[in-house]
């Protein structure tokens, strides 16, 4: 039986296109079939560093009894839901309106009309844990579908009508203000774990979104309480196993509320987000472990994302081959047992690294392995000594099998990688990371962005894919944008974001300023996705926001600025009483409370006052404030490039800042020291 996934750009999709199952893309010609046939679909949802995906499709998709049931009685889908959130999104509210939980693998049967009628997620092969095996579900919807057709079309007509009753209605909410972001933080702090860091409980995940939101709301207020979390969980999660200790970068997760043994897989959203954060973390305090955490995972998605054509690749996978066994198995790559650390440092130093590394003989993880942490107890390490166990436990990690890496290039998470490594290069003074922002941010434009600057969802190896861009691509990509126009002062890239943000209005907006996740003339789903909740990365909802109200400071825009305000009315209705799930919505609403504030910086770009007034602006603590610097006009008088910079004349002929916000400006300075009390500089 023919597989049709073989010509797909999707690394995930392609691991599937040698199974025997029959599977299919997403695409009319697959409902057709299933029409012509008058058989179900059977949708699988799944993404290449999914761990349970790899198990259902070693149990399942490669045995040749169980393909041939699927190919006989259903047309078989597969969906990488990284290349096609709005698929996901939609069946996924499905699943977990029916059955209270999601995941992935996310299994549904559809009906030829693409309307779900049976879900689940993960099914073992044999009935386990009161769950019914894989072919017992196969079997009972093929006896329902052949038995029952009434009954079938009945409950999708239901399930259909009930999701599009579930209509958000979030544009006619007001505009957040302080007492919102108040009784977020207030929702937060009862929700914080005060002993291990972070939010809830097991399992625990990265609240990179709400961090920001808390040093914003720190650095506007003072909020001891809103610093002191923060902190906490930064020092938490960077001291545990969710953190690669020897390479850099933090795993997805962590299945335990201490932080300790991780979901191994490393996405580039997760570290993307995380590398922004501590770098802040650093402009904040001066934290030593901030600005090391910051440029390790930097370096870590540079090293071990970046792809041949400049942009970063989606994630490495969980599982690797165990060296022992041969067997592929989750943390084999990065857990190790006090005999390996004694073999590849000898006694001496192998005993001295297990107890740095908090490496026990009972193991912290499987079989007697640990995950390497840094426990509060262990023994002071002088940095030569150290650095000399990193780099031979790095050499001696590096001769095992590497876990796998989708190579596939996301706009969005290319968006969020932008940000984070411009303004590292720029904090940092490392040039060297803002030049491979700028790279990435080549590559999105050159082979993402088509001649009416729509963007195309994802590439592979220089090579666009199929699918279009939907809202978090629109904004994620314009912030990074933003963010390497304020590092770099190259004004085409404000241009850039424009034309994104131009088109988040014209083709994303409701009439009521609410947003929806894929464009008015997108494919026709069952239901049209619209979600404003920031759960692993911001919402296209919130991140659109955020570019918006950006390019409107840099600007002067006030439909721009009207637009933003109107998105955010969601974080009025979700802030105060689910602020955990609409991190970046609150951060996005301390920037409008705050300004945010403007910042022109006028001088030649070869005079080092102009470098230095320009270093001091973007280290400004001030929430999302935007940054201009150049020339103080172009010779037409427009202020060149950037619109902050119009009618900008140096003080005295030298090198001149402007702040303003809401619509009044500080006195001009030349001062470092006047700039940095104006943007809330921490000086050490």
Request: overall charge negative; hydrophobic content about 40%.
């Amino acid at each position: 039986m023919p597989n049709h996934l073989a010509n797909e750009t999707s690394p995930y999709l392609l691991q599937h296109a040698d199974n025997p199952v029959d599977w299919w893309p997403w695409s009319p010609e697959a409902f057709a079939e299933a029409r012509e046939r008058g058989v179900p679909v059977l949708l699988s949802v799944g993404y290449s560093s999914c761990h349970w995906c790899h198990v259902m499709a070693h149990e399942s998709f490669e045995g040749e009894a169980t393909a041939a049931y699927m190919n006989e009685h259903f047309v078989n889908v597969k969906v990488d839901r990284e290349e096609r959130p709005d698929i996901d999104a939609v069946y996924m509210e499905a699943v977990q309106a029916a059955t209270g939980q999601g995941g992935w693998p996310m299994t549904v049967f559809l009906t030829p009309d693409a309307e779900p009628f049976y879900f689940g997620t993960y099914f073992p092969p044999e009935p386990r844990h009161g769950m019914p095996s894989f072919m017992q579900v196969l079997e009972g919807v093929r006896t329902a579908w052949v038995g029952r057709p009434e009954e079938v079309a009945e409950v999708a007509q239901r399930i259909v009508r009930d999701l599009a009753d579930r209509q958000l209605d979030y544009g006619k909410a007001g505009v957040p203000g302080p007492e919102e972001l108040a009784g977020a933080l207030l929702g937060l702090t009862r929700e914080y774990d005060a002993v291990r860091g972070g939010f809830g409980g097991a399992p625990k995940f990265p609240p990179s979104m709400v961090l920001e939101f808390l040093l914003r709301h720190h650095a506007r207020t003072g909020s001891e309480g809103a610093l002191q979390m923060a902190v906490e969980t930064c020092e938490a999660m960077a001291r545990g196993g969710i953190y690669d200790q020897l390479g850099g970068g933090f795993a997805r997760y962590s299945v335990d509320r201490e932080w300790t043994v991780p979901h191994f897989e490393k996405m580039l959203y997760d570290n993307a987000l995380l590398c922004r954060v501590y770098a802040h973390l650093w402009r904040t305090t001066g934290s030593d472990l901030a600005r090391r955490v910051a440029l390790e995972t930097a370096d870590f998605m540079v090293r071990e994302l970046r792809t041949e054509q400049g942009g970063f690749a989606s994630a490495l996978d969980a599982d690797s081959e165990d060296p022992v066994s041969g067997k592929h198995v989750e943390g084999a790559y990065y857990a190790w047992t006090p005999e390996q650390f004694a073999e590849v440092l000898g006694e001496a130093d192998g005993a001295l690294a297990q107890a740095y590394f908090g490496v026990t003989r009972e193991g912290t993880f499987e079989h007697g392995t640990s995950v390497l942490q840094l426990p509060q107890d262990g023994p002071a390490l002088d940095a030569e000594r150290l650095a000399g166990i990193k780099e031979r436990l790095l050499a001696a990690r590096g001769r095992r099998p590497a876990p796998g890496r989708d190579d596939k290039v996301v706009a969005a998470w290319n968006g969020l990688a932008i940000a984070a490594l411009a303004e590292c290069g720029a904090y940092f003074e490392r040039p060297d990371l803002v030049e491979r922002a700028t790279e990435a941010a080549d590559l999105l434009v050159r082979v993402h962005m088509d001649g009416s600057a729509r963007l195309a969802r994802t590439s592979r190896d220089g090579r666009v894919g199929p699918n279009a861009g939907v809202l978090e691509d629109y904004g994620d990509v314009a912030e990074g944008f933003l963010a390497l126009a304020s590092v770099t002062g190259e004004g085409v890239w404000l241009e850039f974001a424009g034309f994104l943000v131009d088109l988040v209005m014209a083709r994303f907006t409701a009439e009521d300023g609410s947003l929806y996740d894929t464009a008015h003339d997108a494919e026709q789903l069952i239901r049209r996705p619209q979600d404003p909740t920031d759960t692993a990365a911001p919402s296209g909802w919130t991140a659109a926001a955020g570019a918006l109200l950006s390019y409107a400071a840099h600007t002067g825009s006030e439909p721009h600025r009207t637009a933003a305000e109107r998105a955010l009315g969601v974080v009025q209705a979700l802030g105060p009483r689910a602020p955990r799930f609409i991190g970046h919505g609150l951060a996005v609403a301390e920037a409008l409370v705050d300004g945010p504030r403007e910042v022109a910086v006028v001088g030649h770009p070869d005079d080092p006052a102009t470098a230095a007034l320009h270093r001091t602006a973007l280290l400004g603590t001030a929430p999302g404030a935007v940054v201009a610097v150049g020339l103080p006009r172009a010779e037409d008088g427009s202020g060149g490039e950037f619109p902050l910079l119009a009618e900008r004349t140096l003080v005295r002929d030298l090198p001149t800042a402007y702040v303003c916000r809401h619509f009044v400006c500080a006195r001009p300075t030349t001062e470092l020291v006047e700039l940095a009390d104006q943007l809330g500089v921490v000086r050490p």
